[in-house]
């Protein structure tokens, strides 16, 4: 029982202290604390803002808690920078890739239209794609001639468009976790190379975090066994904060594209900017670099899209 004579401020430090542990070091016990993880970023802001109200005030106990909580999740927000891919100067031969999640309920065709028009890019990964948003982008079909799957297919909301000629192109079924992954062979200046669009289930529950962790691994085994370059997109419906992830980054020989400060909030675009997360990624192998990285905009979906420019170095 907290004695009366406990400040607010000290209840507060004790609680972001216990928040702070259990998001760094029991993210698998608890689903809760995986998404506690998901939001390091805001973590450290508030951590900060937090520590310095507590040293006005004088407060020394909640002061050192909150002091060494915010180093805690400090530490570990820097770790998004591990496992970078290489940074290189604009190129003529740069590759423009984007993932969209257009949100199966987005009705805003147009929008998703413009978007992907002023961004050019030369492939193109969505995912929640449903079929009349499918029969809006025909308009789009002339500055793409590959695509996949073709015209009156659907696999379940995967669509993929490409300037790059496809050599193939396959949906991979993993039954164990109910999903799969989007594989495509492309045919680049270079030589060959592999493109894996992903989208893993979202943590609403514990089941559904095991099925994305488990997911997680899979792609990751898959990807690893890969001999050409990789290029990975999707939305991962995690961030590089959560421990999952960075085992899929280690396991899989995979590099993050991080290439400013802070991470690529994506989600949600229903709330504030700061409060969003970075659940969409674009990754690669370590045969190919980065030249620059941004976000769009929603464009009706709940997601804004990831646009990465790449080269590959072999």
Not at 179 to 186: E, G, K, S
Request: charged share 15%; aromatic share 12%; glycine share 4%.
């Amino acid at each position: 029982m907290i004695k009366k004579h406990c400040s607010l401020l000290s209840v507060l430090a004790v609680l972001y202290g216990c928040i702070t542990i259990v998001s760094v070091y029991a993210q698998p016990l608890y689903f809760l604390f995986d998404l506690f993880a998901e939001f390091r970023t805001q973590l450290v802001l508030f951590g900060a803002i937090f520590a310095c109200v507590c040293l006005l005030q004088k407060k020394c106990v909640a002061s050192i808690i909150a002091v060494m909580a915010v180093a805690l999740n400090t530490y570990d927000f820097v770790k998004i920078y591990d496992n970078q891919a290489t940074h290189v100067a604009p190129q003529q031969n740069a590759l423009r890739v984007m993932h969209f999640n257009v949100y199966a309920y987005n009705t805003d065709y147009a929008a998703v239209q413009a978007e992907i028009e002023r961004n050019n890019p030369d492939v193109l990964f969505m995912v929640e794609a449903t079929t009349p948003l499918q029969d809006q982008l025909k308009a789009i079909n002339e500055q793409y001639p590959y695509r996949f799957p073709k015209m009156g297919e659907n696999w379940n909301q995967f669509l993929f468009f490409s300037k790059v000629p496809i050599v193939s192109a396959k949906i991979v079924r993993f039954p164990k976790v109910g999903n799969r992954l989007l594989h495509v062979v492309l045919q680049g200046d270079k030589g060959v190379f592999n493109f894996i669009g992903v989208h893993t289930p979202s943590p609403t529950n514990a089941t559904r975090m095991r099925d994305r962790d488990r997911h997680l691994g899979i792609i990751a085994n898959y990807v690893a066994n890969l001999k050409e370059p990789v290029l990975l997109a999707g939305d991962h419906n995690t961030t590089p904060f959560v421990r999952a992830f960075r085992d899929y980054i280690a396991h899989s020989g995979l590099r993050n594209t991080q290439m400013q400060l802070l991470p690529y909030f994506s989600w949600s675009c229903d709330l504030p900017a700061f409060l969003r997360i970075p659940i969409d990624q674009v990754l690669v192998s370590p045969d190919i670099a980065v030249v620059d990285k941004k976000i769009g905009n929603c464009a009706g979906s709940d997601h804004l899209p990831i646009i990465a420019d790449v080269v590959i170095t072999r």
